[in-house]
């Protein structure tokens, strides 16, 4: 069974730094993107960015870049989201998706995480 | 900031048939395929079509998927009082080389 289980919620004050985390099991790690996505309170989906595990390459929606960074860990089949510098407006719950791609079908996220849901107060 | 547009609410009684609208532009929806997304309340997106009209394992037919130049529609069939959600059409963008999201409509069941 896929499955992509996340850390905990996170509260954090402004300017702290975090990682958040996103385990994958049931499936080849290194044969699926994973994607980041936002939703902000009462708000719909933003798509952050992607990486491959296959080789650790990252590219971000430019809403994003500079903000955020994406990395993986092949060897425990786990993916991170980190920010240096975090701010009230970074208050959302962040999932991460397992992207599958074919020929016939396209892209689409088919497995999501449970969320992780960071709070950013002073 | 999303690139393709939807209606905010979509409503219908027990038993009637919805459709949703997904409005966007040659360079998502004109040349690459659309998927839609179901969120329970306080639950995370789930994949619900595919490849515009393709449904995975486990999702009822009453929900069907389409097409069309630089649109595409859900549409629920026989609506269910559990089909209260929120709902996102997605594609991939080949100006932005990456996803984007519809803004998202909300299905009440009166």
């Known amino acids: 069974e896929v499955q992509l289980v996340q850390s905990g919620a996170e509260v954090k004050k402004p300017g702290e730094s975090l990682k958040i985390s996103c385990k994958g099991s049931?499936?080849?790690?290194?044969?699926?993107?994973i994607n980041w996505v936002r939703q902000m309170p009462g708000k719909g989906l933003e798509w952050m960015g992607r990486i491959d595990p296959s080789d650790s390459y990252a590219s971000y929606s430019p809403s994003f870049q500079g903000h955020v960074t994406m990395s993986v860990d092949s060897s425990i089949n786990t993916a991170f989201l980190q920010w240096s510098s975090l701010q009230a407006s970074d208050t959302a719950i962040y999932y991460c998706?397992?992207?599958?791609?074919?020929?016939?079908?396209?892209?689409?996220?088919?497995?999501w995480g449970q969320g992780t849901l960071v709070t950013v107060s002073s | 900031q999303s690139v393709l547009t939807q209606p905010p609410s979509a409503s219908g009684t027990p038993g009637q048939r919805v459709t949703i609208s997904c409005s966007g532009s040659s360079s998502n929806i004109g040349s690459n395929t659309v998927n839609w997304y179901q969120q329970l309340p306080g639950t995370a997106p789930k994949l619900l079509i595919y490849s515009n009209n393709q449904r995975p394992s486990g999702v009822p037919d009453r929900f069907s998927g389409s097409k069309s130049g630089t649109s595409a529609s859900l549409a629920i069939r026989g609506l269910q009082s559990e089909d209260e959600a929120d709902y996102y059409c997605a594609a991939w963008d080949d100006s932005l080389n990456g996803h984007v999201f519809g803004t998202g409509t909300k299905v009440t069941v009166l």
């Open positions: 998706a397992r992207c599958s791609l074919d020929y016939d079908y396209g892209r689409r996220h088919d497995f």
């Open positions: 049931g499936y080849s790690f290194t044969n699926y993107w």
